[in-house]
């Protein structure tokens, strides 16, 4: 089991060009979350899917940003026009089953993808 | 809305020493899950030890251990006889309803 892949690790992008992070996730797991750290903080959360749906986005900022979680295929965190404030390390996570009082669901996390903007 | 405090930005302790990192949080919900994960300069998160809130035996896992005082809301990290591997990153976690909640983390030096 490979466990939840991301790519790239780093990526480099001049401000107003478009960042593109995928998310393998785990086998047999359908649930992604994305979060964001910023340096020296924690991670943020910033969205929730399922297969074909975003269960939580509340997380995304309203503009530039968008997550999806095809039916076949990774999930793929897009970043529209990037700002320098959008470098970060941008972590995916994945679960087997929605994290709620039936259990703890424990989430695996990825190695994180790197975005500097330049 | 859930929130989790790490109130020791860094913390250091000698190799063989224990230490001890904090954490407190603060919610409504009566049924929810903390758990300590670990960043290493790779970045990789890595969990170390969970506790559900409905137990009453603090969890333990080998050299790790947690203080769990669910009405005082805090979740404590031990870490016995510290070895130099033991140098990261250390984030407190809330997960009650929904989405895993982050605190700000310790960073965690270890003295030869």
């Known amino acids: 089991n490979a466990g939840v892949m991301q790519n790239p690790r780093h990526l480099v992008r001049r401000r107003g060009q478009e960042a593109r992070l995928r998310c393998s996730p785990m086998?047999?797991?359908?649930?992604v979350y994305w979060y964001r750290q910023l340096p020296e903080e924690g991670l943020k959360f910033m969205v929730y899917l399922q297969k074909e749906n975003i269960i939580d986005e509340s997380g995304m900022p309203k503009e530039r940003f968008s997550a999806e979680f095809p039916k076949e295929g990774p999930s793929i965190l897009r970043i529209q026009q990037v700002v320098r404030g959008d470098s970060a390390a941008y972590f995916c996570?994945?679960?087997?089953?929605?994290?709620?009082?039936?259990?703890?669901?424990?989430?695996?996390f990825g190695a994180g993808s790197r975005l500097t903007v330049l | 809305a859930q929130t989790v405090t790490q109130s020791q930005p860094e913390m250091s302790v000698q190799e063989a020493e224990t230490v001890t990192l904090s954490c407190t949080y603060d919610t409504s919900e009566s049924d929810y899950y903390l758990f300590w994960y670990k960043q290493p300069p790779s970045r990789q998160m890595i969990l170390v030890i969970r506790?559900?809130?409905?137990?009453?035996q603090n969890a333990t896992e080998n050299r790790f251990s947690v203080n769990f005082q669910k009405a005082a809301k805090s979740f404590s990290l031990k870490i016995s006889d510290s070895q130099l591997g033991d140098a990261a990153m250390y984030f407190c976690?809330?997960?009650?309803?929904?989405?895993?909640?982050f605190g700000q983390g310790t960073r965690l030096t270890i003295n030869p």
């Open positions: 086998k047999g797991h359908s649930h």
């Open positions: 996570a994945s679960s087997s089953r929605w994290s709620g009082r039936s259990g703890a669901n424990v989430l695996t």
């Open positions: 506790q559900e809130a409905y137990k009453q």
């Open positions: 976690a809330f997960q009650g309803a929904q989405k895993l909640v």
